[in-house]
């Protein structure tokens, strides 16, 4: 995967796991979300505008993080966490 969509794609393999990560990755690539990293979603990725689908990504990252039960507690911190990730990266959320 391209940078800084690497990064954004690494850092939420350690929140929602692999499987998780590749799901957010298709649902913003427009793809079938079935957590598997194939030739499907790899060139889905590779015709993308790269600035748009690691914007795309962050708001799947986000949608995924409202959806747990935990958000009303966790919420503030793990959006957070996609914020300065893409901070870190150089990269506008």
Same mark, same amino acid.
């Given at each position: ?13 350690? /929140?929602?796991? #692999? ?5 957010? *990755?298709?649902?913003? $690539? @427009?793809? !079938? ?15 993308a505008d790269l600035r748009l689908l690691c914007r795309q990504? /962050?708001?799947? #990252? ?5 959806? *747990?039960?935990?958000? $009303? @507690?966790? !919420? ?18």
């Amino acid at each position: 995967l391209p940078w800084p969509l690497c990064s954004f794609v690494f850092d939420h393999c350690v /929140n929602a796991g #692999r499987v998780g990560a590749v799901k957010c *990755l298709q649902r913003a $690539a @427009h793809v !079938g979300a079935d957590g598997k990293l194939g030739l499907l979603t790899l060139g889905a990725v590779e015709r993308a505008d790269l600035r748009l689908l690691c914007r795309q990504f /962050n708001v799947e #990252r986000c949608r995924y993080y409202m959806s *747990l039960d935990g958000f $009303a @507690h966790y !919420g503030l911190a793990w959006l957070g966490r996609v914020a300065s990730v893409a901070m870190k990266a150089n990269w506008a959320t």
